[in-house]
C-alpha cells in the first residue's frame, strides 16, 4: 500500500530535550516536506527536499533541523524542543509537480 | 507574491444542501490548484488537482471545483453535503517542478442535521 508514515504519532517531552520525528514513503517519490499545522493558521512548511542530499528551508525552519540521506526517509529533527514547537506536524512527498501524499501526523506537546 | 485565500473561516450548512467553499489565489506562472480535506483528528486527504484543461475537476466523495483563470478562483462545491463532510477543506496552489505547495488556513465545515 502507497503511504507516508510518521513516528512516533504522539510525543510528549520536556524542554531542550533533543528529540527525532521519522517519516518515511514507500513511492518513490523524490519530494518530501515538513508542515506544521496550528491553529488559525493552517499549515506552515518548515523544510523541504527535492531530492538525496538536497534540502531547503520553508517558512517557519527555525529550530528544526532535517536531514536527506536515503530517497525514502525524511526525519525532522528538534535539538532543543522549546513550548512554542508544540505543534501537529505532517510529513508529505510527492513527485515534483504531483499532487502531495500526507503522513497521519504527529502531536508534540512541549513542556 | 505567491498566496492562498480562503475567505471563510467557518461555515455552517443543513444535511442534503448544497455548499460552495471559496478559494482565491495569487500566483505568477501557470498554477497547479489542489482541494485537500482533514476531517478531525486525521491527516489530508487529496480531494481533487487541476492541472490544465476542462475547468470543471472532478474530485472523490461527490465534490467538484470549477477553475476560473480570469477570476483566479477555484471554488469547490458539492450538490448535496452529508453529516461525514463536515471536516477542514485547505485550498493549495503550486506549480512547476519545485514541488511545494503553498496552503489557505482552510474552512471548517460544520452540518446541522
Known amino acids: 500500500e502507497a503511504q507516508v508514515t510518521q513516528n512516533p504519532r504522539y510525543l510528549i517531552t520536556v524542554t531542550g530535550k533533543k528529540l527525532t520525528v521519522t517519516c518515511s514513503q514507500n513511492m518513490n517519490h523524490e519530494y518530501m516536506s515538513w508542515y506544521r499545522q496550528d491553529p488559525g493558521l493552517g499549515l506552515r512548511q518548515i523544510y523541504y527536499?527535492?531530492?538525496?542530499?538536497?534540502?531547503d528551508k520553508g517558512d517557519v525552519p527555525e529550530g528544526y533541523k532535517v536531514s536527506r540521506k536515503e530517497k525514502r526517509n525524511f526525519p525532522l529533527i528538534l535539538e532543543s524542543p522549546s513550548p512554542n514547537q508544540t505543534s501537529l506536524y505532517f510529513c508529505?512527498?510527492?513527485?515534483?509537480?504531483?499532487?502531495?501524499?500526507f503522513g497521519p501526523g504527529t502531536r508534540l506537546t512541549v513542556t | 507574491a505567491q498566496s492562498v485565500t480562503q475567505p471563510d473561516i467557518h461555515i455552517t450548512v443543513s444535511e442534503g444542501a448544497s455548499l460552495e467553499l471559496r478559494c482565491n489565489y495569487s500566483y505568477g506562472a501557470t498554477p497547479y490548484l489542489f482541494w485537500y480535506v482533514q476531517s478531525p483528528g486525521q491527516g489530508l486527504q487529496l480531494l481533487l488537482k487541476y492541472f490544465s484543461g476542462d475547468t470543471l475537476v472532478q474530485g472523490i466523495k461527490g465534490f467538484e471545483a470549477e477553475f476560473k483563470r480570469s477570476q483566479s478562483t477555484i471554488n469547490l462545491r458539492k450538490p448535496t453535503v452529508h453529516w461525514s463532510d463536515a471536516a477542514e477543506y485547505f485550498c493549495a496552489v503550486g506549480g512547476g517542478s519545485q514541488g511545494n505547495l503553498i496552503f489557505g488556513k482552510g474552512t471548517k465545515l460544520s452540518v446541522k442535521p
Open positions: 508529505a512527498s510527492s513527485r515534483l509537480a504531483g499532487e502531495q501524499y
Open positions: 527536499s527535492m531530492n538525496v542530499e538536497v534540502t
